[in-house]
T-cell receptor, first 112, second 116 residues
Framework: DAGVIQSPRHEVTEMGQEVTLRCKPISGHDYLFWYRQTMMRGLELLIYFNNNVPIDDSGMPEDRFSAKMPNASFSTLKIQPSEPRDSAVYFC??????????FGPGTRLLVL | AQKITQTQPGMFVQEKEAVTLDCTYDTSDPSYGLFWYKQPSSGEMIFLIYQGSYDQQNATEGRYSLNFQKARKSANLVISASQLGDSAMYFCAMREGAGANSKLTFGKGITLSVRP
């Protein structure tokens, strides 16, 4: 079975540009999570969805960040406008009935 | 207060020996779960092992075991017969809440280096 799929794997952009990160969860999983990992702050939960509905977005840093899940097999995390401090690795994870979250390979974002 | 604490500095272990990675947690929720993930230098997050708060036995998965001491609120990961491929960052995480309101909180991680 395919795991969590994320694209792009790497993204380099300039400050002020819009960035869209994509995620396809494991088929049958009804929870989807977006995390951000930096050296300074570690792994932070940004937002998560259950059955395509956002449950908790308290980790979203500011209005420049938005996330959507239009259907059970696709989610996006958008940053508009991007800033250098947004540079990080962004992970998507999914889980089903079992407790365990399975992570995608991550998107390494660099904002110049 | 931190919910998950991993305070060990970088850890070193000789190949084929066992190593324990420490994790303490803080919660008032009677129902919780504890996880360990491995992050090698390639960057992916790999699930290793899970322990539920009501589980009577310590969890084991191959060379990984979780030393769960509920009264002390610790959930240490034991890796037996270390291999060079075990060199990585290891994260302890805790799930609080249930159902749609459950989410994971991660510790800062511990770096493990296995020496040949």
């Amino acid at each position: 079975d395919a795991g969590v799929i994320q694209s792009p794997r790497h993204e380099v952009t300039e400050m002020g540009q819009e960035v869209t990160l994509r995620c396809k969860p494991i088929s049958g999983h009804d929870y989807l999570f977006w995390y951000r990992q930096t050296m300074m702050r570690g792994l932070e939960l940004l937002i998560y969805f259950n059955n395509n509905v956002p449950i908790d977005d308290s980790g979203m840093p500011e209005d420049r960040f938005s996330a959507k899940m239009p259907n059970a097999s696709f989610s996006t995390l958008k940053i508009q406008p991007s800033e250098p401090r947004d540079s990080a690795v962004y992970f998507c994870a999914s889980r089903g009935i079992q407790e365990t979250q399975y992570f995608g390979p991550g998107t390494r974002l660099l904002v110049l | 207060a931190q919910k998950i604490t991993q305070t060990q500095p970088g850890m070193f272990v000789q190949e084929k020996e066992a190593v324990t990675l420490d994790c303490t947690y803080d919660t008032s929720d009677p129902s919780y779960g504890l996880f360990w993930y491995k992050q090698p230098s390639s960057g992916e997050m790999i699930f290793l092992i899970y322990q539920g708060s009501y589980d009577q036995q310590n969890a084991t998965e191959g060379r990984y075991s979780l030393n769960f001491q509920k009264a002390r609120k610790s959930a240490n990961l034991v890796i037996s017969a270390s291999q060079l491929g075990d060199s990585a960052m290891y994260f302890c995480a805790m799930r609080e809440g249930a159902g749609a309101n459950s989410k994971l909180t991660f510790g800062k991680g511990i770096t493990l280096s296995v020496r040949p």
